[in-house]
């Protein structure tokens, strides 16, 4: 254990040291949710039944999560960027833990997560959003989000390991854009068919969307709503569970293994 955290240590650092080199990526990704947070908030958010700034409480909690859920993508490109061009092999002849490299990755991740989380939300209180819950609430929000967008990345690092192709890597990354919109993130579930209503509120988008909501005080919890959702918080740490049970052992045997 001892060993895995101090490898884990250096990778993180190594993960740190590499986004600080690409400067130009790092701010795409953390001006890309104020960007939607501004176009949805006032235009998209123009054609809803819900006030302007009622709405715009309604999105950032679902915009922070949404953009957890990009982990999905950049856990994906880098762990293929890696495997394409030959890091990864050279990280497999060093005396090291294997699971390392792949939690360095996924842990620098949720470090640059916590740190965009901060002008987003500035943001979002310069547009009408509050927290209306209590200061534990709104901590444990904030918790749940980082814990959501790790499980995410192990999911991506898995993912690009697999296709050990940054541009697979990418165009499969891209489709990772629907996941938000198969969910409450944007809209409330209520007003969808039951059939499509279903597939949102088991969305896990959609649980940890809801259980923001309801700890910042933004939202209530839906009427009759698929169980992850009328629980929210036992549902998003439920997914959590699920995601990281899955894919933190894939993700270190297909890192241990490559592709044998």
Sequence with gaps: MSMLAYDGTAMLGRQLLRMRNNPGLLILTQTMPISMLLFFGYVFGSALAMPGEAYRSFLVPGLLVATAAGGIMTGMFQAAQDTHRGV???????????????????????VVTAVGT???????????????????EAAGAVGLLMLFRFACTWAGIHLGLLTRNEEAAGQLGGATFLLPLLSSAYI??????????????????????TALRDLFGNAPVPDEAAWPVAHPVAGSLMWCAVLLGIFVPLAVRQYAHGGR
């Design 118 to 136: 901060v002008p987003f939300l500035l943001v979002g209180l310069a547009v009408g959003w509050r927290i209306e819950g209590g200061p534990l």
């Design 188 to 209: 409330p579930t209520t007003g969808l068919p039951g059939w499509l209503r279903t597939v949102a509120e088991w969305n896990p988008i959609s649980a940890v969307a």
């Design 88 to 110: 990864t092999n050279r990280f497999r002849t060093l005396p090291m833990s294997r699971a390392a490299v792949p939690l360095g990755q996924a842990a620098a991740d949720v």
